[in-house]
């Protein structure tokens, strides 16, 4: 099946780690996203990780991914209030015709000063 | 360079009506997709393109379509509107076939109304 689930919310407090774990199904995808969408604007591209790596590590991102459990993590170093956002997990669907995102349903992310 | 455009931003239409939505990737870009987004649903994929060629469509009705140009710029069209297609619809780029890399690149979005 295709399902994506991540938990909704997160609050932490300015400086601290922020991290936001997700889950999926498909054994199969290729690659796994993590997209950040700020309010009323699109979906931004934060970084992305190939399924046969562990970790990838961009600034203050880190992404580690558990494939054996399906599980997927972005953590976010010295969280900002900038960083306050939307933040969605997806994985890659591929067929013989074409491609898809399936997304979780978004954890929206709360930096306190 | 520039990113994927939408237009419009906005649109207002009543309940019957139809709409039509533009989209304008990434220059380079040859894949482009729609996804509608809704507060109940969620992100869900509509249909992606390619030269030119649908290649893969969502679970939505055959009142929504679409089409690419040979720009790579890409139309989708719903007809007869209804309420709950009220969203927010997201046009997203790609450089790359789906065999290699995924990534894909979101427009703004057009958010539609429907009363």
């Known amino acids: 099946g295709e399902d994506v689930e991540q938990s909704l919310f997160l609050s932490v407090r300015e400086g601290d780690s922020s991290v936001i774990n997700c889950t999926y199904t498909?054994?199969?995808?290729?690659?796994l996203y993590w997209y950040k969408q700020e309010p009323g604007a699109g979906l931004q591209l934060l970084t992305y990780?190939?399924?046969?790596?562990d970790m990838k590590q961009d600034q203050r991102l880190t992404v580690l991914l558990n494939k054996k459990d399906k599980h997927l993590s972005l953590r976010i170093a010295d969280t900002q209030t900038g960083d306050s956002a939307i933040y969605f997990c997806a994985e890659s669907i591929v067929g013989n015709q074409g491609g898809k995102l399936i997304f979780g349903q978004g954890t929206e992310l709360s930096v306190k000063p | 360079k520039a990113g994927v455009t939408q237009t419009p931003r906005y649109l207002i239409k009543t309940r019957g009506q139809q709409v039509t939505l533009s989209c304008s990737p990434i220059?380079?870009?040859?894949?482009v997709s729609w996804y509608q987004q809704t507060p109940g649903q969620g992100l869900q994929f509509l249909f992606e393109?390619?030269?030119?060629?649908?290649?893969n469509k969502g679970n939505f009705p055959g009142r929504f379509s679409g089409r690419q140009f040979s720009n790579s710029r890409s139309e989708m069209n719903v007809s007869t509107l209804e309420l709950g297609d009220s969203a927010l619809y997201l046009c997203a780029s790609s450089p790359r076939s789906p065999r290699i890399s995924y990534e894909q690149y979101f427009g703004p979005g057009t958010r539609l109304t429907v009363t």
């Open positions: 393109y390619f030269s030119e060629t649908q290649r």
């Open positions: 220059s380079g870009h040859r894949s």
């Open positions: 990780i190939f399924s046969n790596m």
């Open positions: 498909d054994s199969s995808s290729t690659y």
